[in-house]
């Protein structure tokens, strides 16, 4: 009896499905997220310069470091994309989405995790694996109106 008590009483405050109780409208909710994300552009955009230097001066050290750097800044991102409740109205749209950055950001950690354990063959697979999802949460992304999280970034 007491728990059902302290489970309904979790319930009216909001403490056990805190995304459930969103008040932030569909604009706001873009507006936030790709502010984030413009301040992650700059720091992809040199990832992305580095790798370019690192296959031109074929650096195979560049490369990894570029490589390794560019797929924490992605998890970092989005964890916070991940982390802000979806409203109401755009939650079509985005679960699967999030569902598609959660199976990017796994592939990213195998990786990195590949990479510390100078398993190189693992690290080229899930490299692949991301390089095929990302063009498909990039336009998803776009879609939800989340250009600077998407094809701006790319």
């Known amino acids: 009896m007491k728990l059902s008590l302290a489970l309904i009483a979790c319930a009216v405050l909001g403490i056990v499905a805190p995304s459930a109780a969103v008040a932030q409208t569909p604009s706001a909710y873009r507006a936030q997220l790709n502010g984030h994300c413009r301040t992650f552009t700059p ?5 992305e310069a580095n790798l370019r230097r690192a296959v031109s001066t ?3 050290k560049l490369l990894a470091s570029a490589l390794g750097q560019g ?4 998890l970092r991102q989005d964890a916070y994309i991940e982390k802000v409740p979806v409203p109401t109205a755009l939650r079509t749209q985005m679960v699967p989405t999030l569902r598609l950055l959660r199976t990017v950001d ?5 990786a990195l995790f ?9 690290f080229k ?4 694996a ?6 498909v949460v990039n336009k998803r992304l776009d879609r939800a109106g989340l ?3 998407g094809s701006s970034q790319a």
């Open 58 to 60: 074929k650096d195979p």
């Open 130 to 135: 991301i390089d095929r999802t990302l063009p």
């Open 147 to 149: 250009r600077d999280c």
């Open 114 to 122: 590949d990479a510390n354990t100078r398993n190189i063959q693992g």
């Open 125 to 128: 697979t899930e490299v692949k």
């Open 71 to 74: 797929l924490v800044l992605n």
């Open 43 to 47: 720091k992809f955009k040199q990832v």
């Open 106 to 110: 796994k592939d990213a950690r195998l």
